[in-house]
Structure formats: structure tokens, C-alpha cells
């Protein structure tokens, strides 16, 4: 089955008050522990809606890497910014176009799910990521409900968790983001 990509029609939803309200991207990503100066790949960034307030936590030392597999998003965040912190890149999904050990955190928000070949896409976001680098997954809980993708698509915390791991990566914590998310993070 081929996973569904988010349609860049929708757009407004990826970016609208009641979303930002409900994720609060600048505090959940300060709690995920991003810092002034590090470099970040947000990868599958969308629209930037954690594109943004990532280079303002990294702030005019730091770097964020906004990657998509979709050119129209990359399209968007371009026009949405121009900050000198943030490089935008088209990508394919097992083919990051950066060298290895070149980002401090990376963020697959809302991203695992839509993953073609999951285990192959974790490795390649581990290639890019320095020893002692955090990954911080935000996804979907495997449950019925009216928002976010159908239930089929989604994918359990504990096979996400499974994931990881076998990537390569040490799980250092999980929780709950709300009703319908979980967060999984860890090191490499």
C-alpha cells in the first residue's frame, strides 16, 4: 500500500491559529530540548509550521534545514520566509541531500506514518545526524478519530518505537502529546 503524503491543498489546516494554539510548535520544541546554535533538520517540514520557530530558537548561529519530499511545500515555506537561518531542500525520501553528521536534532513531525519504507528512512535521518544527535518523532496515535489520517495509515507507538531502535537509535524517552500524538525521542 502506498502511503499517503499530505496534500499541499490543505494547506491552511497545517497552519491555521487553532493547530498552532493546540501543538504550541515554539514550547514543544524548546521541551524537546532545541537549543540556541544547533543545526536541525526538520524533515517533512510542510509549510514550515516548526520550520519557523525552529530558526528562531536556533537563532543567526544556528541552522535549520527544512526538508520535503514535495516540491510545492518547499514552494510555500519559501514564500511564507526568507530567513538566513533556514535552508530549504527538496529531498527524496531515502535520499537527504546533506553529508553525514551534519545536524544536531531532527524533528519527523507528523512524518513517520507517511513513510514509504519506514526502517530505511529512519536510517537515512540517522546518517545525517551527528553522534550524541536527538531525534524527536511526533506522530499519530494508532486510533479512530475524526482528525488526522485514516486508521490504516497510522502507526502504533509501539511498532514507531520498534522502528527506531532498530534504525539504531536509543529511545531515551516516550510520552503522550495530547489525546491523539505520541512523542518518541532519542540518541544516536
Known amino acids: 500500500m502506498m502511503a499517503h503524503k499530505f496534500s499541499p491543498q ?3 489546516r497545517l497552519l491555521s491559529e487553532e493547530r498552532c494554539n493546540a ?22 517540514c510542510g509549510p514550515g509550521f516548526f520550520t519557523v520557530p525552529a530558526s528562531n530558537i536556533v537563532g543567526r548561529k544556528g541552522l535549520v534545514y527544512a526538508i520535503d519530499v ?15 537561518n533556514i535552508v530549504p531542500l527538496l529531498s527524496k525520501e531515502h535520499r537527504i541531500p546533506l553529508d553525514a ?19 530505511k528512512f529512519l536510517k537515512e535521518v540517522k546518517r545525517i545526524m551527528k553522534k550524541g544527535a536527538r531525534i524527536v518523532v511526533l506522530d499519530w496515535k494508532k486510533k479512530r478519530e475524526k482528525e488526522g489520517p485514516p486508521f490504516a495509515e497510522r502507526l502504533a507507538l509501539k511498532d514507531a518505537r520498534r522502528l ?8 531515551d524517552r516516550v ?14
Open 10 to 12: 490543505s494547506i491552511e
Open 23 to 44: 501543538v504550541k510548535p515554539h514550547q514543544f520544541l524548546r521541551d524537546c530540548g532545541l537549543d540556541a546554535g544547533m543545526t536541525v533538520a526538520d524533515v517533512g
Open 70 to 84: 514535495q516540491e510545492e511545500m518547499i514552494r510555500i515555506l519559501k514564500r511564507r520566509t526568507r530567513r538566513k
Open 101 to 119: 553528521r551534519t545536524v544536531d536534532f531532527a524533528l519527523l513531525a507528523y512524518v513517520l506514518h507517511e513513510a514509504e519504507d519506514k526502517f
Open 164 to 171: 527506531v531502535e532498530e534504525a539504531g537509535l536509543s529511545v
Open 175 to 188: 510520552s503522550s502529546f495530547g489525546s491523539s500524538h505520541y512523542i518518541i525521542s532519542a540518541l544516536k
